[in-house]
């Protein structure tokens, strides 16, 4: 959806206009474009890009040094005028001629063509390439009539480098040119984008489809498969577009990971994880490669990977300097050929918390019984991450679920470890506790992480777990918690659930009561804490921002606490009371 907007018909131009303004040192509106505000250099070659808007960077913010001198630009997702293309190329035009290119689409085909030639007719000398990397728009042996999609960029930057150097009309032609033969890319799409003052999508998608091959406009795609994890999509795009690779392709190449608009960068860097260790895997050595959003179709929810096999002309110019509004292209770092052995060996990454051994069969089934009750928190957590996050979500900002089990997941990986490395019980707890703090994040992290220590430095070494071992530890793991957090009874938080439960645990060892019937009590209090929570407003992190819209919401902290306090003690063979789902909701 485009939001922000007044007459749709009016998009283009005010979005034109906006970016003049925001680059006054860099742009200048010139009738049907922009074009770089000191103009052209003198008897150098002028490049000029374009085609329809609603592909931000394309074209109009690869207008600058090393790139191109003018763009030309239409309205949204359509070929501009005749008339723009001659305005941009004569503004531009510095009397070496003018090198003009665009993707394959038959209005720019046209309307650029026509332009061209009523150029020559008046003495100008101009030269056209046409970029053809979408190798999903037609088979190898009909290459010239593929779209040009992301790869635009690639052609652009060669073009506009060897423009730079000095190289004349033909020569920046011939180089381009070499640069789009070598140039593959495929896309996919996960859902389709808005026009300006439109409500609904170009296309659309059945949920949990992803389209292959999809253009940048939203043109059908080569098909429809059910979405794949971000390894399996790293593994579709590398290997369509390496099945062209060229004979004497020696391994460099410019890579482009290329955002649509609304698959962010975040996302794109776990792409990217992937993609870059299969590139390597199939023998590509990465030159200036680039992650980020340089040919965008509006808000459309997709991605692309463009390939550009360089060689020994290709490559310096590729690197060579660029600075345009949206994309700045300066020295390259690649990975040195040899790495101290200081900075090979990275960081320590030994646990920090020391391993004591468990020298006893006692200490041994302790330390068992520590991950047994992890790994049913492990599996509780999982259960309830939508039920936690969607909690978190009406009162918070919706990641408690997410948090939890990442945090737990840590935790039962290095309980695991500390296990099989022989540790007792305390050593596997901080260890889980380390893990869980790390992995986790954020104030539930931190909160957990101080707790289970402070619960691990309770417990005895080498030996059975008492009852009394425990309520100890759950009492120093408030302390801490309250110390580190500052939180009290009443400001909805993860304490409104534990403070309950240890009271009535502290009662019962003062009263004799064995853990069968202090165990499920103490549970049963921390589910009627956290439920009393939607009674309150937040009055610490991030919940305490909405005031009064946190009322009638259980705290999902204190909510998943009561929850593991339960499973803990039926991971030992304690009976503990159900909470209801619909309460804490």
Known sequence: ??????????????????????????????????????????????VVVGGGSGHYPAFAGLVGAGVADAAVCGEVFTSPSTRQVLDVCRAADAGAGVFVTFGNYAGDVLNFGAAASRLRAQGTDVSILLVTDDVASAPADRAAERRGVAGDLVVFKVAGAAAERGADLAEVNRLAGRANERTRSFGVAFG??????????????????????????????????????????????????????????????????????????????????RVHDLLAEHGVRLVAPLVGEYVTSLDMA????????????????????????????GE???????????????????????????????????????AQILHRAQAALHDAEEMLGDLDARAGDGDHGRGMSRGVDAAVEAADAAVAAGGDAPSVLRRAADAWADRAGGTSGALWGVGLFALADSLPADAAV????????????????????????????????????????????????????????????????????????????????????????????????????????AAVGIAVPVSSTKEAR
């Open 1 to 46: 959806m485009t939001y922000v907007h007044n007459r749709p018909e009016d998009f283009a131009a005010e979005a034109l206009r906006g970016l003049v303004k925001a680059h006054p040192g860099r742009l200048r509106a010139v009738p049907g474009g922009i074009a770089r505000v000191e103009g052209t250099r003198p008897g150098k070659v002028a």
């Open 192 to 273: 389709g984008c808005t026009l300006p003052g439109q409500d609904h999508p170009l296309f659309s998608l059945e949920a949990g489809q992803v389209g292959w091959g999809l253009g940048i406009h939203g043109e059908p795609g080569v098909g429809e498969e059910a979405v794949p994890t971000a390894a399996g999509l790293a593994a579709e795009l590398v290997e369509r577009v390496l099945a062209e690779r060229p004979a004497d392709a020696d391994g460099r190449a410019a890579v482009l990971l290329n955002g649509l608009g609304n698959v962010k960068y975040e996302e794109l860097f776990v792409l990217w994880d």
């Open 302 to 329: 997709g991605c692309s990977l463009t390939v550009c096999w360089l060689d020994d002309e290709l490559e310096p110019l590729w690197l060579d300097p660029a600075d345009t509004p949206a994309f700045q292209h």
């Open 332 to 370: 390259w770092r690649a990975v040195p050929d040899v790495v101290p052995e200081e900075v090979a060996a990275g960081r320590d990454t030994e646990p920090a918390t020391a391993l004591v051994p468990a020298t006893t069969d006692t200490g041994i089934a302790a330390a068992r019984s520590v």
């Open 466 to 569: 008492t009852f009394d071992d425990l309520v100890a530890g759950m009492s120093a793991a408030r302390a801490q918690i309250r110390s580190v957090g500052g939180a009290s009874v009443g400001d909805k938080t993860l304490v409104d659930a534990l403070d309950p439960a240890v009271e009535v645990l502290a009662a019962a060892t003062g009263a004799g009561t064995g853990a069968g019937a202090a165990w499920p009590a103490a549970v049963r209090a921390a589910q009627q804490g956290a439920a009393a929570t939607t009674q309150f407003a937040a009055r610490l992190g991030r919940s305490r921002v909405l005031g009064d819209k946190s009322l009638g919401v259980a705290d999902p902290g204190a909510t998943s606490l009561a929850l593991l306090l339960g499973e803990a003690g």
